[in-house]
């Protein structure tokens, strides 16, 4: 059964920082491409970073260049993908989502990922 497991969401101030985990199960996700994105209230899913399945490639959103930055450990049975979340902002507060992807294409939308997490929060307060 694949199973994409985020963590490490939270109430923190702004500055502060988060860092989120995502353990992939269920499937060999070590040439998947891994993507984070966030949902916030009233708002559409939006982009946050990637990273392709070597670790050979990543990509930001602009209002997060520069703050966060994505990592990936290719363990043999079970995947993990880090966001490491610094000097956070009140507007970062949103439901973040891992998802994974066969191709690394397209990767800020997600049309493009086949599976997804069930998310977590991450509040950032002012």
């Known amino acids: 059964q694949v199973q994409l497991v985020e963590s490490g969401g939270g109430l923190v101030q702004s500055g502060d920082s988060l860092r989120l985990s995502c353990a992939a199960s269920?499937?060999?996700?070590?040439?998947?491409?891994m993507g984070w994105f966030r949902q916030a209230p009233g708002k559409e899913r939006e982009f946050v970073a990637s990273?392709?399945?070597?670790?050979?490639?990543?990509?930001?959103a602009d209002s997060v260049k520069g703050r966060f930055a994505i990592s990936r450990d290719n363990a043999k049975n079970t995947v993990t993908v880090y966001l490491q979340m610094n000097r956070l902002k009140p507007e970062d507060t949103a439901v973040y989502y891992c998802?994974?992807?066969?191709?690394?294409?397209?990767?800020?939308?997600?049309?493009?990922?086949?599976?997804w997490g069930q998310g977590t929060q991450v509040t950032v307060s002012s």
């Open positions: 269920g499937r060999s996700f070590s040439n998947y491409a």
């Open positions: 990273i392709s399945g070597g670790a050979t490639f990543t990509s930001y």
């Open positions: 998802a994974a992807s066969r191709t690394y294409g397209n990767v800020n939308s997600p049309s493009n990922y086949e599976y």
